[in-house]
């Protein structure tokens, strides 16, 4: 494999076995802020619904499909806690991911 555009899925065993079902799922979306991942040019990453770190798995069940800016937003937190930091951080929600 010497194509570049393909390095990162040698070191992510993880993306390669799920992303494709991630992304027909999540109808390309991110699972946050809803942004097409094509459209806007953005590069899905895999989030851990349960954090790793927390116990979390790797299976399918586990994983989101985020951008990297949801991703980063979302740090260590669950899911449900994330929904929780959310509903407190809208604004800056926002405004991290959309822009003013
Ligand atoms: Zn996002």
Same mark, same amino acid.
């Given at each position: =494999?010497? /194509?570049?555009?393909? /390095?990162?899925?040698? &070191? ?6 799920? =992303?494709?079902? %991630?992304? +027909?799922?999540? /109808? ?13 040019? %953005?590069?899905?990453?895999? /989030? &851990? ?30 899911? +449900?806690? &994330?929904? =929780?930091? =959310? ?14």
């Amino acid at each position: =494999m010497t /194509d570049k555009g393909t /390095d990162h899925f040698i &070191h992510n065993p993880l993306r390669r076995k799920y =992303m494709d079902r %991630l992304l +027909a799922v999540q /109808d390309g979306r991110c699972f946050w802020c809803e942004r097409n991942f094509k459209q806007h040019d %953005l590069y899905p990453q895999i /989030d &851990h619904r349960r954090p790793r770190r927390r116990g979390g798995s790797n299976r399918y069940e586990n994983l989101r499909a985020l951008c990297k800016t949801c991703n980063s937003q979302k740090q260590s937190r669950t899911e +449900a806690e &994330h929904i =929780m930091w =959310m509903s407190r951080n809208t604004e800056k929600f926002y405004r991290v991911v959309f822009g003013d």
